[in-house]
Every structure is written in C-alpha cells, then in structure tokens.
C-alpha cells in the first residue's frame, strides 16, 4: 500500500489525476473500518487531512459554503444556529470519538443510503462541490446518489465543499435504531421549512437504494400549511403527509429492519418531525439550533 | 514508510511501517504503548481512545501515516490520577480492559462539562464499550471524579 500525504489543495487534485485509484481517506472512520477488516485493501491512499481549506468554512453571496473536511463536531458547535437540521443529525452520528474525526465529505464520499448527513442535505436543497485539475462542478445533492454507495464524482475529482443556505426557516431530523447512540439509521427522515418560498423540502434515509426525497409530499404539505396565519394542521393532513412520505420510500427487508416497518416508521417520523418544526417558537423561524422535544 | 510524531510530550520515529497500520498498532507494536486497548478495530469499542492534536479519537480508526508531524496523547500520558482514582474508588473497575479508553474518554468530558449531569455522562462515554459493569458504577466514578 502506497500513502500519499499532500499539503496543499493543489497538490491534492494534481496527485488525484495522476492516482485516480488512490483513495481518499479524511476522518477515516469508514476507510479504516474497512481496511481493518480487510475488506478493502486500497493500494494507495490519499490522507486529505493536511489540507487546510477542506476544514474551513464560510459564506459566499448568503450561501454557506463548508469544506467537505469540517467535522461533525465543528458542525454542531459553530454551524448548529444556521444549519439546525444538519447539526441535529450530525448529534446522533456515531459517538464523540467518531463526530470529532468523522465528515460530511467521508459521509458523501461512501453515498451509504443510511448516511445521517445525506436527509438534511436532501431537505436542504444543497450541492456538492467536486473539483479536478480540469476545474470545479457543484452538483444538487438530490443529484450525486446513483445507486447504494454509488454517486456522480468521477475517479480524477475530489469533494472539496457542499453549499447550503443558512436555514431560511425551521428543520428538523429524527432517527430510528437500537439505540441513541452508535446506531447506523434503520430509517430516518429529515425537514425544512421555507417560509418567504412556501416551499417544504425532505430527505429520507435507509429506505431505499439511495437517500430520497418525498416530492409529492413536499407540493401537498406546502400547499396546505397556513404560512401566514400558522394555525396548526390538522390531523387528516399530518397523516396524509405521513402516508406521501412512506409512499416515496423504497424500502427492503434487512437486518436492521423490514420495508413494512420503514414505512411505518417513516409515516411516524415525517408527521412528528413537521409537528416539531411548525410548533417551533415565532423568534426562531429564521432559523436557530433546537432539537426534538424530550420524550418524543 | 516512516512516522514521526509527538507521543506524550517525547518525539517518537517508527520506520518501515506498512502504510495501512493503524495509529493504535503503531502505539501498541511499535511504541510499545500497551495502555490503549485493541478490541474491535472499528471505532465501536472506545478501548483506543487517544487525544490526536487534542481532539479524543479512537486510535484503531486513524492511519498510522495520518498522525505524522502530530501530537498524540494517549493513558499513558494523559494527566488523570484523580479520574483514574475515582473509577478505583467506585468500584468501576472490573476486567479492567475498557478502563483506559474509559479514563482518557472522561478526561475530555470533564474539561468540556466540569459538572456533568448523568445524562450528559452518558452521551459522552456513549462510545466506550464494557462489558463488566453495567455502567452504574462508571457513571458513579465520573460524578466522583467531577466533584
Ligand atoms: C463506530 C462508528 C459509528 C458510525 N456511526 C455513524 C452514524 O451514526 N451515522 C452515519 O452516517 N455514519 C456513521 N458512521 C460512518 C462514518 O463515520 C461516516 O460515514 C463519516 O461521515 C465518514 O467520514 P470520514 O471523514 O471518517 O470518512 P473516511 O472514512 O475518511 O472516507 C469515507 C469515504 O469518503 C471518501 N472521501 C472522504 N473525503 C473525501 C473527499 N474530500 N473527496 C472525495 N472522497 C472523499 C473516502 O475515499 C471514502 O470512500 C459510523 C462509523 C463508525 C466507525
Ligand atoms: S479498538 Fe478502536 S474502537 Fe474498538
Ligand atoms: S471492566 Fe471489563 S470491560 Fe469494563
């Protein structure tokens, strides 16, 4: 196995035209499992954690633009008042060990359909930025999953950074497993709200071959809710979002869990997650860190 | 290849590593720093825990390569006696294989969250696995060591 270790951004994407086998390895938490097990046996990888802009962030023209190295970690603590539904997620990845090493662009990069960062980013209408040394495309995240831990980056590019806006209204995100910790997703769904668009967006995790959007459920729910007014939905209406969200998952039977159970779970999910983001206190609907209510 | 890092405040070389060893086997077979724990080597177990730069990270998920020119603190190096006296004095010590993970794990909690509610407790030893004790008395030693 050859290791390669660039310092500088550049060298990066020059080494990676010249060793498009090479594979990345960032937080290492799914490369290192794999190598480990030996399940994989790369001949040469690519530390991409010298590399100073992939752990940077900021805005550009009212778009937040991150680094595909920033961890979750860094996610929750600097990000989780302009990105709530992300950072929510990002709680529930793992435990501290991996969210202080673990990345969104790891979590692109294995495209897993029960990666927690790939609901948010759905919801959240993001792109991905992948670069070469033939220059830089940012691709819709609804875009980049092809199939199970497949996507659109090609062997000579890199993610150098996902954009998304700084939450325009309410997210939120909700997980099933065994646990409240160290659980891959059985399912999981997330939320946001555009109030000035009326606009609804969704992502569903490990229900399908990638992660998902609910499209139908987005146009019902945005054409019911009562933006101006904020009255509460009704009850019919809660289930029939629930019942569109199940209705776009493409669930199998697993280990972890069977379609039926999906479903059901996701119809659970969609409606609480909605609850949540519409009961979300008047000050905070331009965005702002919460997260789900005790006990539910 | 070569790697050359801080471990516990020494410049430490190790030459001819293969590059896909982890930085935990480094720290075990080629340091000969048995503190840290080898029990899953996939990031579930916690028994690796080390400070890499400052930030807890199991060690068995790290490349070897990856903490070249870093500084690494592992059980070993870590300035805990009164954790470590806490998790004797409650009992929280069984087999004894999870508690260095478990030491270095509290370490950072309580520089974090120096009074840490039990639910918080929790959720920062969350990845730290044991198989003995069934965690009461581990929550007991980290409420022992905090006062
Ligand atoms: C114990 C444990 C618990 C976990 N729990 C969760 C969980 O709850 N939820 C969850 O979603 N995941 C979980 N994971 C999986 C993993 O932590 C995440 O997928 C994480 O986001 C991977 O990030 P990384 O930086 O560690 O990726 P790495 O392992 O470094 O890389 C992952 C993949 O992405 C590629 N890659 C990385 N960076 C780039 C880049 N900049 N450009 C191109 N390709 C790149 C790599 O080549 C590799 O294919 C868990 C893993 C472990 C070990
Ligand atoms: S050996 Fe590293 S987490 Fe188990
Ligand atoms: S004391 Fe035996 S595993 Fe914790």
Redesign the pocket.
Known sequence: MEFLQPATWEEALAMKAAHPEA???????????EINLDHRRPETVMD?TPIRE?TEWGTDDGVLRIG??VSYTRLIDELGDRLPGLAIASR????PQ?RN???????L??A?P????HPPLLAADAEVELASTSGTRRVPVREFFTGPKRHT?RQDE??AAFLVEPAPGPQQFSKVGTRNA???AVCSFALALDPARRRVGTGIGSAGPTPLRAVDAEAFIAGELDWDGRRPPSDATLSRFGELVAAAAKPIDDVRGTAAYRRHALAVMSRRCLAWAWATPPHLWGGGARSAPEGL | MRIACTVNGHTRVAENVWAGESLLYVLRERFGLYGSKNACE???CGSCSVYLDGSLVCAC?VLGGQANGREVVTVEGVDAAGVQQAFVDAGAVQCGFCTPGLIVATHDLLRRVPQPSDAQIREALAGNVCRCTGYAKIIEAVNMAAR
């Not at chain 1, 529930?92 to 435990?95: F, H, I, R």
């Not at chain 1, 029960?114 to 960062?117: E, I, M, S, T, V």
Request: proline letters at 2%.
């Open positions: 594979v990345p390895i960032a937080g290492g938490t799914d490369v290192m499992v991409l992939l595909a190295g529930t990845v793992g435990s991996i090493r673990g990345t969104v662009g790891g979590n990069g294995t897993s029960a990666g927690d960062a980056m890199l993610i160290m659980v891959i | 996939q990031g579930e998920l």
